[in-house]
């Protein structure tokens, strides 16, 4: 079997994408009107005003977003073909994540790849053009191919070097705790298996020290967090800070308002064992993630007006792919009930359905609502809400079937 390389997509940015936007308007919102030169008495009016600015600012500081390790799983020349299609908006931070598809023996979607399988009597070796294998049977082994080296130990340690042709390069080490460290596309990630960890990525910087503390330097500014609660946030409108106490500070002349404290930095993950030579089934197709916040508002299921290059980019792409079948499931987080996550997730799926119809693609396409039953990281982490996983778990799906 010819191994391909690696396909890498990262979640994680997309909160900060999303929440510039949102840090622009709370900018705008509390930057005073400074033009007139001679002061006068402040009216209740201006001082209700003044406060609602000041609380917005606060209800603003952001979480630090989660550590997120890129996920490594085989790609076919069909895939590759999809994803230059597909280039213009494959960006992490638009929110859009392609890999590829497999199925079990029923035909059903599952998300997991591997590389190749072992034989009926348990081992495998296998020289030849594609490369040079050696897998045990309990699914240990190696192969050194040209899309590098991989090497997986029976207690999911080992080490990933290299990618398909020279692309997306990326060197992947994993110890047995789930400690490691990822060098590639997505940036150099560290994890100590005991909750800390570092991602120094394009453009930002997430630093998790595990104690409930953490900074995050990127594009909304500096974000430092303690584990008391306390923490500060240097960004477009300026210093915010919080005392961690119940009170906090904002704008210039620093006015001291009430605050809650702030949510411990939830503890980064491990690691997750390398997979071994098993893959758990054939390929089937490709699987299209969209965030929602690429095409919705929050909470709605209107397609925003400004989603609409998104669409004619992803339908112009559809159109070219030959495929048996299309489902596009939606997906939410836990906040709020079944049925309302239920129905929410149908009317989203039911809108990217009717608009990529409306662009000559997806005419064979099926919608389906997931709910919350499908995510894909936890909404919560030892009982402490996690933003960031709650915002990979709202998306769209797209399943290509092929």
């Not at 630093?207 to 008391?228: C, Y």
């Not at 965030?291 to 929050?298: A, I, K, P, T, W």
């Amino acid at each position: 079997m010819r191994i391909s390389g690696w396909a890498l997509a990262l979640a994680c940015a997309l909160a900060a994408a999303c929440g510039q936007d949102r840090a622009a308007d709370v900018a705008a919102a509390t930057t005073p009107d400074r033009a007139a030169t001679t002061a006068a008495p402040a009216t209740d009016s201006e001082t209700d005003d003044e406060a609602r600015a000041d609380r917005a600012a606060a209800d603003a500081f952001p979480a630090i977003p989660v550590i997120v390790v890129p996920e490594i799983v085989g790609v076919t020349p069909a895939q590759r073909a999809l994803e230059s299609s597909m280039q213009e908006i494959l960006d992490p931070i638009a929110g859009i994540s392609v890999s590829p598809a497999r199925c079990d023996a029923g035909g059903g979607l599952v998300r997991d790849a591997g590389i190749t399988s072992v034989d009926a009597q348990g081992n495998l070796s296998r020289n030849g053009d594609a490369g040079i294998f050696r897998i045990a049977a309990d699914g240990s082994g190696s192969a050194n191919f040209e899309g590098g080296l991989v090497v997986v130990n029976r207690d999911g340690s080992g080490s990933i070097n290299g990618g398909e042709d020279g692309e997306d390069d990326a060197i992947v080490r994993v110890e047995a705790d789930g400690s490691g460290s990822y060098n590639g596309p997505a940036g150099m990630i560290t994890l100590d298996a005991k909750g800390a960890g570092t991602w120094n990525g394009e453009g930002s910087l997430i630093r998790n020290n595990g104690d409930g503390s953490g900074t995050w330097n990127g594009p909304l500014g500096l974000v430092t967090i303690d584990k008391d609660g306390s923490g500060t946030w240097n960004g477009p409108q300026g210093l915010i800070r919080n005392n961690g106490d119940g009170t906090g500070q904002v704008g210039t002349p620093a006015r001291t308002i009430k605050m809650e404290p702030l949510a411990k930095v939830p503890p980064a993950g491990r690691f997750p064992p390398i997979k071994k030579f098993a893959p758990p089934g054939a390929p089937c197709g490709y699987l299209v993630t969209l965030n929602d916040r690429v095409l919705f508002d929050f909470d709605k299921s209107d397609i925003r007006a400004d989603a609409a290059k998104v669409l004619d980019a992803l339908a112009g792409a559809l159109k070219d792919i030959e495929s048996d079948g299309m489902e596009i499931g939606g997906h939410t987080d836990a906040k709020g009930s079944d049925d309302y996550n239920q129905s929410l997730s149908a009317r989203r799926a039911d809108a990217v359905v009717e608009a990529l119809r409306q662009r000559g693609a997806a005419a064979d396409a099926s919608a389906r609502g997931y709910g919350e039953s499908l995510p894909v990281a936890p909404n919560e982490i030892g009982g402490q809400d996690n933003p960031g996983g709650r915002q990979l778990n709202r998306r769209v799906e797209i399943f290509v079937r092929s």
